[in-house]
Structure formats: C-alpha cells, structure tokens
C-alpha cells in the first residue's frame, strides 16, 4: 500500500531486506525527506514514545503520527 515510503525497521535482529538500526533522530533525517506526511509507529511503548517525540522535534504534524497500541 505505501510502497517506497515504507520502511520496515528492526532494532534488535538482522534479517535480509530489512533495515537493522536503533530508530533516532539521525536515522530519521537520513530516511526520510519530508516530515509533513503521515507516520504509522509500531513497537514497544519506550520505542513508540521515543519515536513520537523524535518526529515532533523534526516538525512532524502530531495528528498525522499513528501509534499501534
């Protein structure tokens, strides 16, 4: 559905055709271009929240984040 503006990212395994990479503000700016799309956040609640506000700091439109609970 989202295409090449989906980016499956794992943080604690390697697994062919994913990234492998602690989700941060640098990785962020490296992976994405415009921060006033939507973002959909799936994972554990530290990582959720440390994501959310990641992406405020980087201007991201708040109503545009959704959060899997």
Same mark, same amino acid.
């Given at each position: 559905?989202?295409?090449?503006?989906? *980016?499956?990212?794992?943080?604690?395994?390697?697994?062919?055709?994913?990234?492998?990479?602690? *989700?941060?503000?640098?990785?962020?700016?490296?992976?994405?271009?415009?921060?006033?799309?939507?973002?959909? *956040?799936?994972?554990?609640?530290?990582?959720?929240?440390?994501?959310?506000?990641?992406?405020?700091?980087?201007?991201?439109?708040?109503?545009?984040?959704?959060?899997?609970?």
């Amino acid at each position: 559905m989202l295409g090449k503006n989906f *980016i499956n990212t794992l943080t604690q395994e390697e697994v062919p055709g994913y990234d492998h990479h602690k *989700i941060d503000e640098e990785y962020l700016k490296q992976r994405v271009n415009d921060f006033s799309g939507q973002f959909y *956040i799936c994972g554990p609640d530290a990582m959720v929240s440390d994501v959310q506000n990641v992406l405020k700091n980087l201007g991201a439109v708040q109503n545009l984040v959704t959060v899997e609970v």
